[in-house]
């Protein structure tokens, strides 16, 4: 079992629909998570940082976190066709540690 | 704002070569980390320096070896290639009391 998990995907979604995207950890001292989207051929980029129980907005996304379950969530409102990636989440134990990234969920807005 | 930059952005190497990638971390980072990703696959820590000791080491093939240097850029070294060495391979940077890292724009290795 994988340190961190992801839905499989293909998630395929419609224009303006609310994408979710979840992520489990297995490691308890966990204590921050991101998520990071990455088109094909192209390196992780920062979509959100989450640290504390509960949500964290910032534009069009949302993240969830609930460290009790083990468990954190992307919401993606208004999905638009350029949401259209991989969407990897990323773990780690503390400052200046490496991160354990999911394999990744990936995410088809349609037109 | 200024970015990781990575360089060579694509390398083209024989079985057996050597290779060397060259990470430049963002202004005031003083952490860089390497990640391997190989095609479908999610990216996997090789290894991570601070303030030019090694910080932490992960799943890198000891044929790597990696330093960082006086002005925080890093530098991965790669012999005896293997064809299943061919992967992108990214450089990302932090402050050591940040948590977000940042990824450059990765250099793909082939090795054929």
């Known amino acids: 079992q994988k340190e961190v998990e992801q839905n499989s995907g293909p998630l395929s979604v419609p224009e303006g629909a609310i994408a979710s995207l979840n992520c489990t950890y297995s490691?308890?001292?966990?204590?921050?998570f991101f998520w990071y989207r990455q088109y094909s051929g192209k390196s992780p980029e920062l979509i959100m940082s989450?640290?504390?129980?509960g949500d964290k907005e910032d534009g069009r996304f949302t993240a969830q976190l609930n460290k009790a379950s083990q468990y954190v969530s992307l919401l993606i409102r208004d999905s638009q066709p350029s949401d259209s990636a991989t969407y990897l989440c990323?773990?780690?134990?503390?400052?200046?540690?490496?991160?354990?990234f999911g394999p990744g969920t990936r995410l088809s807005v349609l037109p | 704002a200024a970015g990781v930059i990575q360089s060579p952005r694509h390398l083209i190497k024989e079985k057996r070569e050597t290779a060397t990638l060259k990470c430049y971390p963002i202004?005031?980072?003083?952490?860089v980390y390497w990640y391997q990703q190989g095609p479908g696959q999610d990216p996997q820590f090789l290894i991570s320096?601070?303030?030019?000791?090694?910080?932490d080491k992960g799943s890198i093939p000891d044929r790597f070896s990696a330093q960082q240097f006086s002005d925080y850029h890093s530098e991965l070294n790669m012999s005896s290639l293997e064809l299943g060495d061919s992967a992108l391979y990214f450089c990302?940077?932090?402050?050591?009391?940040?948590?977000?890292?940042?990824f450059g724009p990765g250099t793909r290795l082939t090795v054929t």
């Open positions: 989450i640290y504390s129980n």
């Open positions: 202004p005031r980072h003083d952490t």
């Open positions: 990302a940077s932090s402050t050591r009391q940040g948590r977000e890292q940042y």
């Open positions: 490691d308890r001292g966990s204590q921050s």
């Open positions: 320096f601070y303030e030019k000791m090694q910080s």
């Open positions: 990323a773990v780690n134990r503390d400052y200046g540690q490496n991160f354990v």
